[in-house]
């Protein structure tokens, strides 16, 4: 039942983590293991050999279900984004502003009554509407077609700062490849590698080592964050939230043929509802999955 478990958490962050808007982070946060992920991954990079070999059993069996969720987004998603950009992006904002709500509710204890650090949700709100407004404002995307010097460079720091990202609830790593124009590029890159096209691999491994270079960086400060500025850092997460509610709306004119952003006329009300939804189904998921993966214990003990 771990497995399953551990799987089931990795298939929903590599959905939300493979579409601008949506963060992987939130979707932890929301089924309940950020803390364990972000702890995980610490381990592995300094952690002493017992807190190591748990670490990698763990992220093993995240990692089986991300690989999985991330082919089938590749394959699916971005498909439905293109021709369903509307709906997909109304689905979104739900899920989102909903999602809002429950990270409050189960992080009360952290903010409740440290209401002076209300300033850290704005400047995580203000944080995400600038990273979109660049975006919106840049030209077409780069190509992964020729390898250059620069375009090798580019790409890993690309790819650290949007790990970086992937990794905090709220704010979208998919966002962050938008603004730097090689979002289309390596979505398209790992499909080409899907259909067993490898003339994409040399710029996917540049942007794989970049993904590892940002991890190292950047857990450690995020475990510490947590241990001690959590209040702070709950109120940061809430607003990179909010301000991916703006990002959700802009989603339409990231598309290859850009549309204009989500407005009332387009704006889909059974879509957004549908995203209450879905945040309904992974609490559920996230309760049952839970307690039948204690039960063994309770049963031993």
Not at 44 to 59: H, Q, S, Y
Not at 62 to 88: D, K, M, Q
Not at 189 to 205: A, D, G, T, W
Not at 246 to 271: H, M, R
């Amino acid at each position: 039942m771990s497995l399953l478990l551990n799987m089931f958490r990795g298939f929903c962050m590599a959905i939300a983590d493979s579409v601008p808007g949506v963060s992987g982070g939130t979707i932890a946060f929301l089924l309940g293991f950020y803390d364990r992920f972000i702890g995980s991954l610490n381990d592995l990079i300094t952690g002493p050999n017992d807190k190591r070999k748990e670490a990698v059993i763990f992220l093993l069996k995240w990692g089986i279900g991300w690989v999985i969720g991330f082919c089938l987004s590749v394959l699916v998603i971005s498909n439905l984004f293109e021709t369903h950009v509307y709906a997909l992006s109304s689905l979104f904002f739900g899920l989102t502003f909903f999602a809002i709500f429950v990270v409050a509710r189960e992080e009360w204890d952290s903010i409740k009554g440290r209401y002076l650090n209300i300033i850290f949700l704005l400047v995580g709100a203000a944080i995400v509407v600038a990273i979109s407004v660049i975006s919106n404002n840049l030209g077409e995307s780069k190509s992964f077609d020729s390898i250059t010097v620069g375009l090798v460079i580019y790409t890993f720091i690309a790819a650290m700062l949007a790990i970086s990202a992937m990794v905090l609830p709220g704010i979208s790593g998919s966002t962050l490849l938008l603004c730097f124009e090689i979002y289309i590029p390596v979505i398209n890159s790992v499909k080409e590698l899907l259909h067993l096209n490898f003339k994409y691999l040399p710029m996917l491994i540049v942007f794989g080592l970049g993904i590892v270079t940002g991890v190292i960086l950047i857990i450690k400060s995020v475990k510490k964050c947590l241990e001690k500025y959590r209040s702070q850092t709950i109120y940061t997460v809430l607003g990179l939230m909010v301000g991916s509610l703006y990002a959700v709306l802009q989603g339409p004119t990231t598309l290859d043929d850009p549309q204009p952003a989500v407005s009332l006329d387009t704006f889909n009300i059974i879509a957004f509802i549908g995203g209450a939804l879905v945040l309904f189904i992974l609490e559920a998921l996230r309760y049952i999955m839970e307690k039948k993966s204690e039960e063994p214990e309770s049963q031993s003990e």
